[in-house]
């Protein structure tokens, strides 16, 4: 459907159909652009052109747009606050998971629901002002990472389901078991992997030095409100820095897991460069479970709309590691790059409801030959190479500075459009 908007509300994701004044006008060369950066969109604004006619049935519409990243401000309520609704997420059963069997589904329940219980009684321990031992704390990460190593995919998908008087306890399971299962992408040493669980299962252990009231607050809080809540990473930090056995990493994670690449997180405000890997790490994977959970006035996200729109956060995360951990859960966004396995590159098309690690992909280049092929549409799961996603790949690595318009043209061409042609191929 063509929908005549204003250029100030266009959204990343859009497919422009046509501009005001014609595309004589437009900065742009093509006759028709799926938006997929900010600039694109500062460039129409820029050319002075007042509306734009989209097509939702080629791209998302107003009410779908991905946003901008959040003001710094908001993120305490994307990731700090506790969920006012009863209702669990994704309580639909997944396909690949009944296919899978119950087994390992129960033991990831069981496993959850005990690690659950355990965070909850450490939890009030500190609310009572006992310290944390991390040799009692051990048990717990081992046993959720032997979940995570038997099947990741049913561990992540059990703690994602979240009631209000549980957040805060399986947040920090979640979090445990999304750094470990990083961790291990990114090939890290076990020693390592289990230490970062820990960091995970601990990150938020400051919220405990914050009021009940303030976490569970529906709506805006008021400034002052926010800084109290801000205040939890360095309270956290200094809760750990008094207990027994905990080590270098956990305290890293706990206190610069709300820093950003650019600086503008807190509390301490550092860049990129001055972050660690694993502040780097637990800072995607806080976010990720946090908007993927419910919210007191929010749906939300399903894991593919998560992963699309904290990718368009620019200056939030480290793009490099946002990439692998996409990887790690094998949940590939909506327009992200991939490889098949029969050394084809294609580009998430939608994502599947049933299945969030099978996605519909339209396959558009030939490794080997160096080629365009023409467009294919596959369906992605089932087994067969031509049907398997192998890993993220980046645009501009195979094409350059012409990745943007070869994007586009891949997600918006019809299916049959693409004559092979030689491509020149990125170092
Ligand atoms: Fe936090």
């Not at 959720?144 to 099947?151: C, L």
């Amino acid at each position: 459907m063509l929908i005549e908007i204003a250029t100030k509300d266009a959204r990343l994701g859009m497919y422009v159909h046509a501009v005001e004044g014609g595309w004589l006008a437009s900065p742009f060369w093509r006759s028709h652009l799926v938006l997929s950066k900010p600039s694109e969109i500062a460039k129409l604004v820029k050319a002075g052109i007042a509306t734009i006619t989209i097509d939702t049935s080629k791209g998302v519409g107003p009410a779908q747009a991905a946003p901008p990243a959040p003001p710094v401000d908001d993120v305490p309520a994307i990731a700090d606050r506790r969920v006012a609704s009863e209702d669990a997420p994704y309580s639909g059963p997944e396909r690949r998971l009944r296919k899978r069997g119950s087994s390992e589904l129960d033991r990831a329940r069981e496993t959850v629901e005990r690690s659950k219980e355990a965070v909850s009684r450490m939890f009030a321990e500190v609310r009572m002002g006992n310290a944390v031992d991390a040799a009692d704390v051990s048990p717990l990460v081992d046993e959720i990472a032997e979940s995570v190593a038997r099947d990741a995919t049913a561990m992540l998908k059990v703690t994602r389901l979240k009631n209000k008087d549980e957040y805060t306890y399986l947040h920090s399971v979640a979090v445990c078991a999304l750094m470990i299962n990083f961790a291990r992408r990114l090939n890290l040493p076990e020693d390592e992997v289990r230490d970062l669980g820990m960091a995970g299962l601990l990150h938020d252990i400051g919220k405990m030095s914050v009021p009940s009231a303030l976490l569970d607050k529906p709506g805006a809080l008021e400034p002052g409100e926010r800084s109290v809540v801000q205040s939890h990473p360095v309270k956290g930090h200094q809760l750990l820095s008094e207990s027994e056995n905990i080590s270098a990493a956990v305290l890293d994670v706990c206190l610069h897991h709300h820093e950003r690449v650019d600086g503008t997180g807190y509390p301490e405000r550092l860049t990129g460069e001055q972050l660690s890997l694993h502040a780097r790490m637990s800072a995607i994977c806080d976010v990720y479970d946090a908007v993927t959970s419910n919210r007191p006035y929010k749906r939300p996200w399903s894991p593919s709309e998560a992963l699309a729109r904290m990718r368009s956060w620019e200056g939030h995360f480290d793009p490099a590691l946002f990439a692998i951990f996409i990887e790690s859960i094998g949940i590939y966004p909506v327009g992200g790059l991939v490889r098949m396995g029969d050394n084809k590159l294609a580009v998430i098309l939608t994502a599947n409801d049933e299945d969030p690690t099978a996605p519909r992909v339209r396959c558009f280049y030939d490794i080997p030959a160096q080629a365009m092929v023409p467009h294919r549409d596959v369906d992605t799961g089932g087994g067969a190479s031509h049907r398997t996603i192998l890993r993220s790949e980046r645009g501009e690595h195979w094409f350059g500075d012409n990745w943007s318009a070869i994007h586009a043209q891949v997600q918006a061409g019809p299916v049959d459009d693409a004559a092979p042609r030689r491509t020149a191929v990125g170092a």
